[in-house]
């Protein structure tokens, strides 16, 4: 009966560890999001906490908002078209007295769409603020009762959003700064059951003493689980002339706790991120080049604690990110404007990999256009194609040193990213 319960608690600790950190393996490493604006997306958000061509810079940079001389306001929509594969994948259980059963999976992904909208209102000359709504982190996996080994799979889905209060201040014609108060809600679901291959004997049900079965029995569902966290967000823009300016930015982003509606209650730590833009319009030429690098610091992410849950902490050890990335905008005529860029973002994680956080290196590869409606108005389009790499994935459910299951394989993830976005001047 110990055994049983000491079995049904490792199994839970893993699936709850899985699915709480689970990914966004398709948009940035770890679970970043980098849906923004279509704007940035249509140039791998090269040079984006500096060029400033519309209101969705203070998501990059508050300070930045000093660049507007008048009220800005833009609204958009991204989609996310996360394509997950679990390739050459054998889940074994020593309790069935067999190995290498075939868990592969051609598709955990789904289609997410991501909102936002910024608006900047200059005060004067030297002051402005803004207020936005977007989001920086969330994933969506999920596999289904087809996927042998159901324990390291299921069902993941965590959603957040950054409402955001800011305001900039112009020093002089070259500084400028800024800060701002983001107010983070995160909401999860989480589900997972034991695989139906896991174990062909009867156990003994630690409630009612019975013989029962376990395989394919429910272990976790947990729906709608939420919380709220306060971080804030500082920067800094600089400006040599109107067409050479850098842009430095930090955000802080809090531990979000979040409960469910059974008082389990989930800790889970979040990255501050670091970036650096840059932003040249080559002189007497429609021609502009910008670039960003920016760090996350994923190496808090070194384990969840928990409350009211079988486990009261379970170790990740990811490592710090870093995003690279590069782009050109075209400025063809007062019509349109052209944009593409490259990104190149780290895998978060480092020696620990999994299922069903299918992280690695990844490569950005996008483009888009302004069209201007007129002086005052214009619509943006972005596209972004996400190659992630081949990782090798080894995991292990144990109790009391005992083996239960296993499995091991291959994890891919691509994406496809489209963002339409309206701005206007006032």
């Not at 809600?185 to 013989?211: A, H, I, K, M």
């Not at 670039?291 to 902490?313: C, H, L, M, R």
């Not at 990999?353 to 005052?376: E, K, L, M, Q």
Request: hydrophobic share 35%.
């Amino acid at each position: 009966m110990n055994n049983t319960r000491l079995f049904k608690k490792s199994l839970l600790a893993v699936t709850i560890t899985t699915a709480t950190i689970a990914s966004q393996p398709v948009l940035a490493a770890g679970f970043q999001l980098n849906a923004q604006s279509a704007t940035g997306l249509g140039r791998a958000f090269a040079g984006d906490a500096v060029i400033a061509d519309n209101a969705s810079v203070m998501a990059r940079n508050p300070a930045a908002m000093a660049l507007f001389d008048q009220m800005e306001l833009s609204l958009g929509l991204v989609s996310i078209t996360s394509m997950i594969e679990v390739k050459d994948a054998k889940y074994a259980s020593p309790n069935n007295s067999f190995a290498g059963v075939d868990s592969n999976y051609d598709d955990a992904g789904d289609t997410s769409f991501v909102p936002n909208i910024h608006l900047v209102v200059p005060v004067n000359e030297k002051f402005a603020w803004g207020v936005n709504a977007y989001s920086n982190f969330g994933t969506k996996t999920e596999f289904d009762s087809s996927f042998v080994g159901s324990e390291y799979g299921g069902k993941t889905e965590i959603m957040s959003m950054n409402l955001g209060l800011a305001g900039s201040y112009r020093v002089n014609e070259q500084w400028s700064f800024g800060a701002g108060l983001d107010l983070i809600y995160g909401q999860g679901t989480l589900q997972r059951t034991f695989s139906d291959q896991l174990y062909t004997g009867p156990v003994v049900d630690p409630t009612t003493g019975l013989l029962s079965a376990i395989n394919g029995s429910e272990i976790m569902n947990i729906d709608g689980a939420d919380g709220w966290g306060v971080g804030f967000n500082i920067g800094t823009v600089y400006e040599l002339d109107e067409n050479n300016r850098f842009g430095l930015s930090y955000r802080y982003s809090p531990d979000i706790e979040a409960e469910d509606d059974k008082g389990q209650k989930i800790t889970l730590p979040l990255p501050d991120m670091a970036e650096f833009s840059g932003y040249h319009r080559i002189e007497d030429t429609k021609f502009a080049v910008h670039y960003s690098v920016q760090w996350i610091g994923w190496g808090t992410f070194d384990k969840i604690t928990f409350e009211n849950a079988p486990i009261s902490e379970k170790e990740y050890k990811w490592q710090d990110g870093m995003h690279y990335s590069i782009g050109g905008t075209y400025y063809m005529n007062s019509d349109w404007t052209l944009r593409a860029g490259y990104m190149h973002d780290t895998s978060a994680q480092d020696e620990v990999t999994s299922i069903s956080v299918p992280d690695s290196d990844r490569n950005w590869f996008s483009a888009g256009f302004t069209y201007h409606i007129d002086d005052a108005s214009n619509v943006d389009f972005g596209f972004t194609y996400l190659l992630g790499d081949d990782v090798k994935v080894n995991e292990t459910t144990e109790t009391s040193g005992t083996t239960v299951s296993s499995i091991s394989g291959t994890t891919h993830a691509d994406a496809i990213l489209v963002g339409l976005q309206y701005s206007r001047s006032f």
